[in-house]
C-alpha cells in the first residue's frame, strides 16, 4: 500500500516499484550559502563530508538490481494439499494486487490452492470479505492492506478456529503480532525506508539541498515516517529542510497542484528536492510543476519514501518529474507469505526476513514497471523441494 498507506486510499493507494539507480550524482542543485570561517568555507564546497560519503555508499548499496538473495536458507519442506484465502483490501489497490500476484505463483510452485476474495476498499466490503475467508475454512488467511482492527470480529473467529493470519501491509512492524495475531506481517521496516530516502537526497544533492516533504500528518504511521526522513536529512548541515508540507492523502489531487505553486514562489531554486512519503503525491505533483516551466529531469528532484506503484515507475523511466522510489518487492512479499504459511503448517516459527530496502532510478529499472529482486524463487522452491 502506500507504504502501509494503501488501505487508507482504497483507490489511490499504491504498489511497488523497481530498480534503483548505479550511479550516485557528483553535482546536484546547489545552494550558494557561502558561509565564513575555514570549517564553513570546507563544508561549502563538499556539504557535510563524512556524512556524504556514507550516504554514497548506502544509496550505491541500495541501487544494486543484482544484490544477493538474503532471506531465509533453511525451512521445512512443502506440506502438502493447503489452500489459504487471500483478502484483498482492494484489487484497484497495485500494491495489494501485486502482493496478490506473487501468492498465487508461490502457491502454483508449492502445489496449493489459493482464492482470492476483494474487498472492494470500503471497511463493509472488507468485512463481508474476511467473513466469507472465515467461513470456507481455508488452512490460512492473508490480510492484505487493511488493518485487523478493522475486522476485530472476524480476526476473532479466525483466530478461534485456528485458521493462521499472516497481514501484508496489516501493522506497521514486520513480523510476528500478538494484538492482532498475526503469524506473520510482511512489510518493509519503515525506519530502513524513510533513511535511504533522505540518503538519496544527501547524494543527489552532493550534500546541498533545499528539501520539502510531503507527508499526511493524519495518519500517525505516515507522520512517523516523515519525521524520520526529516531526522536523516538533519544529519547533514548543508541539507535544509524548507517545509514539511501535511496534505491528506485522500485530498492529494485537489491539494498538492496548489501546494506545489505556492513551494515554487515561495521558495523558487531553493527547492532543489522533494521527498513524500507516498508516490502518488508526484503524480499530482507533476501539473504545477509542468505549468511553471519546470522540467521533468530537473531540480526539484523527486523520491517517493514507499511503494513503487506502476505510476511512479512510468514517471521515473520517463524523467517526468520523479527521479526515484523505494518500491516494496511485491512478488517476492508474495512468495515470503508461502513460505510463512508452509512453516505455520509444519509447526515451525516465522523466518523473521524483511526484504531490504531498494531505490530504484532510470538507471536501474531496466524500463520494467515493478521492483522484482532476483534469486527469491529459486531459493524458496529449494527449501519447499519443489
Not at 500494491?95 to 471497511?123: F, L, N, Y
Not at 467461513?135 to 475486522?151: E, Q
Request: proline share 6%.
Amino acid at each position: 500500500m502506500s507504504h502501509h498507506l494503501a488501505r487508507k486510499v482504497p483507490l489511490r493507494a499504491v504498489a511497488i516499484a523497481s530498480v534503483a539507480v548505479a550511479t550516485t550524482f557528483a553535482t546536484g542543485c546547489t545552494r550558494g550559502s557561502e558561509t565564513t570561517g575555514s570549517t564553513a568555507a570546507a563544508s561549502s564546497k563538499s556539504g557535510c563530508p563524512t556524512v556524504l560519503a556514507k550516504a554514497k555508499a548506502t544509496v550505491k548499496a541500495a541501487e544494486n538490481v543484482n544484490a544477493p538473495w538474503t532471506g531465509p536458507t533453511t525451512g521445512p519442506e512443502a506440506v502438502p494439499g493447503k489452500t489459504i484465502v487471500y483478502v484483498a483490501q482492494s484489487m484497484t489497490n497495485p500494491g495489494v494486487a501485486g502482493a496478490a500476484d506473487g501468492v498465487k505463483e508461490a502457491a502454483k510452485a508449492i502445489g496449493w490452492k489459493v482464492r482470492v476474495i476483494d474487498g472492494q476498499g470500503t471497511p463493509a466490503g472488507i468485512q463481508a470479505a474476511l467473513s466469507q475467508a472465515v467461513a470456507v475454512k481455508p488452512d490460512g488467511i492473508v490480510l492484505s492492506g487493511f488493518d485487523p482492527k478493522s475486522t476485530a470480529q472476524q480476526v476473532a473467529q479466525a483466530n478461534t478456529a485456528g485458521i493462521p493470519l499472516i497481514g501484508w501491509h496489516a501493522v506497521d512492524a514486520p513480523g510476528s503480532s500478538t494484538d492482532p495475531k498475526l503469524f506473520s506481517n510482511i512489510t518493509t521496516k519503515v525506519e530502513e525506508v524513510a533513511k535511504i530516502s533522505a540518503d538519496w537526497v544527501i547524494t543527489q544533492s552532493n550534500g546541498r539541498g533545499g528539501v520539502v516533504v510531503f507527508t499526511d500528518a493524519s495518519i500517525p504511521f505516515a507522520k512517523g515516517k516523515s519525521d524520520l526522513i526529516a531526522k536523516e536529512l538533519a544529519t547533514c548541515s548543508d541539507v535544509k529542510l524548507l517545509t514539511t508540507s501535511n496534505i491528506p492523502i485522500a485530498d492529494a489531487s485537489s491539494r498538492t497542484p496548489q501546494e506545489v505553486s505556492a513551494l515554487l514562489n515561495r521558495y523558487g531554486t531553493k527547492w532543489t528536492n522533494s521527498v513524500a512519503i507516498n508516490d502518488l503525491y508526484f503524480a499530482d505533483a507533476a501539473p504545477a510543476l509542468r505549468a511553471a516551466g519546470k522540467q521533468g529531469d530537473a531540480a526539484p528532484f523527486n523520491i517517493g519514501a514507499g511503494d513503487g506503484d506502476p505510476s511512479a515507475f512510468q514517471r521515473i523511466n520517463s524523467k517526468e518529474f520523479q527521479s526515484a522510489t523505494v518500491p516494496e518487492p511485491l512478488s517476492e512479499q508474495g512468495w515470503q507469505m508461502v513460505d510463512e504459511f508452509n512453516r505455520a503448517f509444519a509447526g515451525k516459527p516465522a523466518s523473521g526476513y524483511v526484504a531490504p530496502a531498494h531505490i530504484t532510478t532510470s538507471d536501474n529499472s531496466g524500463s520494467q514497471t515493478s521492483w522484482d529482486p532476483a534469486g527469491y524463487r529459486d531459493a524458496y522452491r529449494k527449501l519447499w523441494g519443489k
